[in-house]
């Protein structure tokens, strides 16, 4: 079965550090673009980060630049997203998705699943004391 599994959410206190991980099984990341977007409740689904297929361009949101970081590791056919710093605005269900041969701009402009060969299933980050 072709999917993408996102983990690693779960619940921090502000100023401290998650790493996600989105795992693709089925078929190879190679050739995919790769983004991360969420989406909180009452809000519109927004790119977060998203990274090229080989890794040569790279987007973030401006309310996550310096503290997030995105990477892929095709031969582990995984994509992270180290977030430092967090805050509780960065409270959402964070989603992987997978596009074939895109920036990492033209990626992380789209938003509906119906754009993307793949979308996961989401992973909870709540930023809370």
């Known amino acids: 079965q072709e999917q993408l599994v996102e983990s690693g959410g779960g619940l921090v206190q502000p100023g401290g550090s998650l790493r996600l991980s989105c795992a693709a099984s089925?078929?190879?990341?190679?050739?995919?673009?790769i983004g991360w977007f969420r989406q909180a409740p009452g809000k519109e689904r927004e790119g977060v980060s998203c990274?090229?297929?080989?890794?040569?361009?790279?987007y973030y949101a401006d309310s996550v630049k310096g503290r997030f970081t995105i990477s892929r590791d095709n031969a582990k056919n995984t994509v992270s997203l180290q977030m430092n710093s967090l805050k509780p605005e960065d409270t959402a269900v964070y989603y992987c998705?997978?596009?074939?041969?895109?920036?990492?701009?033209?990626?992380?402009?789209?938003?509906?699943?119906?754009?993307?060969?793949?979308w996961g299933q989401g992973t909870q980050v709540t930023v809370s004391s």
């Open positions: 990274i090229s297929s080989n890794a040569g361009s790279i």
């Open positions: 089925g078929f190879t990341l190679d050739y995919y673009a």
């Open positions: 998705a997978a596009l074939t041969d895109a920036t990492a701009t033209t990626t992380c402009a789209r938003t509906e699943f119906a754009e993307f060969d793949y």
